[in-house]
């Protein structure tokens, strides 16, 4: 099994790009999850997914979106890119009724 | 939402030395998670801890949670080089919302 993977590793947008960041796990988990990691700061949930068709905001969802139409992919959608938005992103997926999360490589995000 | 403090910050320790390192919150915690992040990687899952008191171990890493279930530790004996990198505690509060702490940067000096 390959885990959780994410694509692409790095990339740089312009103030007002938009992109889309891919996730795709291939254990049949049922949960997945998008957060951010900023330099000295704990993981902050972005939006989360108990299961194809059924997405949810985490703590700090403005200016994301996301879409869960497979168990395997849970892309994340930045439409109007802010320095703000500058992150290391990480997508996460869990079994349901189990705390664990297996995370991927992340992605590595610069707006300018 | 509940704050996880994570203490120290960063720890420069000697080969073959060892190691602790906690978190601690205002709030009551379900479940403790930790963490290891590799630079460039994801975090990967090291120990999970389900009830208070509980101490667990996986190979030289040793985690127990706290009694009062506000905090949990995490002990490393006789470090090597790779465990370099920054250890991550998460705890499962009683919204049943997931909480990191900002995590503790080891280096290890051969």
């Known amino acids: 099994n390959a885990g959780v993977t994410q694509t692409p590793k790095f990339r740089i947008l312009k103030i007002g790009q938009s992109m889309t960041l891919q996730c795709t796990q291939d254990m049949n988990h049922n949960y997945m999850y998008w957060y951010r990691q900023d330099p000295g700061m704990g993981l902050k949930l972005i939006y989360y997914s108990v299961g194809a068709g059924i997405t949810d905001k985490g703590e700090v969802p403005n200016g994301y979106n996301v879409s869960r139409s497979t168990t395997e992919d849970f892309p994340l959608r930045l439409e109007l890119a802010a320095p703000s938005q500058t992150s290391v992103y990480f997508c996460?997926?869990?079994?349901?009724?189990?705390?664990?999360?297996?995370f991927g490589p992340g992605t590595r995000l610069t707006v300018t | 939402g509940q704050q996880l403090n994570q203490s120290p910050q960063s720890m420069f320790i000697q080969e073959g030395e060892d190691v602790s390192m906690n978190c601690t919150s205002s709030?009551?915690?379900?479940?403790w998670l930790w963490y290891k992040q590799d630079p460039g990687e994801g975090p990967v899952l090291l120990i999970a801890l389900y009830k208070a008191g509980e101490l667990t171990s996986n190979g030289r890493l040793t985690a127990q949670f706290g009694i009062t279930r506000k905090d949990s530790f995490l002990n490393i004996s006789a470090s090597i080089p790779s465990d370099v990198g920054i250890y991550f505690c998460?705890?499962?509060?009683?919204?049943?919302?997931?909480?990191f702490g900002a995590g503790t940067r080891l280096t290890v000096k051969p």
């Open positions: 998460a705890g499962l509060d009683n919204n049943n919302d997931m909480r």
């Open positions: 996460a997926s869990s079994y349901l009724g189990k705390v664990e999360q297996y």
């Open positions: 709030s009551i915690f379900n479940t």
